[in-house]
């Protein structure tokens, strides 16, 4: 079976839990930007806390075709995300390990957000050592396809991940907090568990 979802912002644990649980994902490259979506933000975990991202966009249009979105650069927020995720994860296990991979792609950046969001997907899956089937949508499509599963906006900051059947909790040091805190940002896991991260990643995955 397979699944149909958005390309998101360094996306969360449930995110990642639904491309293991599909056969094939249809990753939606022809929808509209949504605000207050994933599409262009993250939680990690500070020493303050859950501490979210914000990659701002430009706007020209209401209905703006998700490849054609801008990164507004006029804002500082490359210097705000890498200095957040330096002070979250600097003293974490495998912060050198995968650092230079992530700051590269802050470093060049990408005038569009999905080919950001796109170079970050790759890089998170090769640390996890996981290959899901993806492949790029041709058309939008207002529903699914027949036998695939819509979770377009379905991974979203406002709705609980516990109803969403995608991902169970699983326990694994964090870098601040006597607290687990669940469904972060894949990049919280990287840099606690390194090459565990992937099976943490797998037992994570809800089986109906």
């Excluded at 995720?85 to 005038?111: C, L, N, T």
């Excluded at 790759?122 to 695939?148: D, N, S, V, W, Y």
Aim: with cysteine; charged share 20%.
């Amino acid at each position: 079976m397979s699944v149909r979802i958005e390309l998101q912002y360094l996306p969360s644990l449930a995110y990642f839990a639904c491309l293991l649980k599909y056969d094939e994902v249809a990753l939606e490259t022809h929808e509209h930007f949504l605000k207050q979506t994933y599409r262009n933000r993250c939680h990690i975990l500070t020493a303050n806390g859950v501490d979210t991202l914000i990659v701002p966009v430009v706007h020209s249009s209401i209905k703006m075709p998700i490849r054609e979105v801008k990164i507004d650069y006029s804002q500082s927020w490359v210097k705000r995300h890498w200095g957040a995720i330096v002070a979250a994860y600097g003293k974490a296990p495998y912060f050198e390990y995968f650092a230079d991979d992530f700051d590269r792609v802050y470093q060049k950046k990408p005038s569009f957000l999905f080919d950001l969001n796109w170079e970050l997907l790759t890089i998170c899956l090769r640390l996890l050592r996981i290959k899901p089937t993806i492949r790029l949508t041709e058309t939008f499509q207002t529903e699914a396809e027949e036998g695939q599963f819509d979770a377009l906006s379905l991974v979203h900051p406002k709705k609980e991940f516990r109803h969403n059947n995608l991902y169970i909790p699983v326990v694994y040091q964090q870098s601040f907090g006597n607290e687990f805190v669940p469904n972060l940002s894949i990049i919280d896991l990287l840099m606690c568990q390194g090459g565990e991260a992937g099976q943490i990643l797998k037992q994570s995955v809800y089986v109906d």
